[in-house]
């Protein structure tokens, strides 16, 4: 069964580094989300994408996080200048079609820890 | 505000039946989604209501009551590979919003 995939699945970072987050979502998908985790709470809605735009997005996506399909398999998340709080599990989902009904996709994600 | 509440934690016993219920406030609603979480794994979707009633898949079943603002996961038949985190999540008018969760323990 085709599978969400994330590099790496551990990023350990100083803080105010830049750092890149790699997910290849499944090959038929069309819309492509991240999420964070903070350690043992919920799942947080960050972004969609889909036609090469952002179609959605939270509060907690400002303008230190980017998102970009540079080519036609990857998908990356971007923080520019990492903080402390910015540490947590960061997954990313896709789907065929951009509807309630249609289930997301997870990758396994990638942790990331901010020194 | 937009929130979801589920509870925090269930306990049950292998073999029984377990309801997790949730109730949700949100700016528009497109669906309520149902997903798995084991520990350290990826949320997987378990199921979708987007209309009132029951959906039924295998030992899972969901119910969404709009007029309420009101759905709930039925597991039946539990075994111990249920134990997990389950999260209610709703689409709003722009954005997907998930609830804390609800830790499923399963005694013997």
């Known amino acids: 069964e085709p599978e969400v995939t994330q590099t790496p699945s551990h990023q350990v970072t100083q803080m105010g580094q830049e750092v890149i987050l790699r997910c290849v979502p499944i090959?038929?998908?069309?819309?492509f989300y991240w999420y964070r985790q903070i350690l043992g709470q919920k799942v947080e809605f960050l972004v969609s994408?889909?036609?090469?735009?952002?179609?959605?997005k939270s509060e907690i996506f400002d303008d230190q996080f980017s998102v970009e399909r540079p080519d036609g398999s990857n998908f990356t998340l971007k923080i520019r200048s990492t903080k402390l709080e910015d540490s947590a599990m960061y997954f990313c989902?896709?789907?065929?079609?951009?509807?309630?009904?249609?289930?997301?996709?997870f990758g396994d994600g990638t942790r990331l820890s901010i020194l | 505000g937009q929130s979801l509440e589920q509870p925090s934690e269930v306990t049950a016993v292998e073999g029984a039946i377990v309801q997790i219920n949730c109730t949700y406030q949100?700016?528009?609603?497109?669906?309520l989604s149902w997903y798995q979480q084991h520990d350290g794994g990826a949320p997987t979707f378990l199921s979708y209501?987007?209309?009132?009633g029951l959906e039924e898949t295998g030992r899972f079943s969901s119910f969404l009551s709009r007029s309420d603002s009101y759905g709930y996961l039925l597991l039946q038949e539990l075994q111990m590979k249920d134990s997990a985190s389950y999260f209610c999540?709703?689409?709003?008018?722009?954005?997907?919003?998930f609830g804390k969760g609800t830790r499923l323990h399963i005694l013997p």
């Open positions: 994408f889909y036609n090469n735009e952002i179609s959605e």
């Open positions: 999540a709703v689409r709003g008018d722009d954005k997907i919003i």
């Open positions: 209501n987007g209309l009132d």
């Open positions: 949100t700016s528009g609603f497109y669906g």
């Open positions: 090959s038929n998908h069309l819309y």
């Open positions: 989902a896709s789907s065929g079609f951009d509807q309630s009904n249609q289930p997301q996709h």
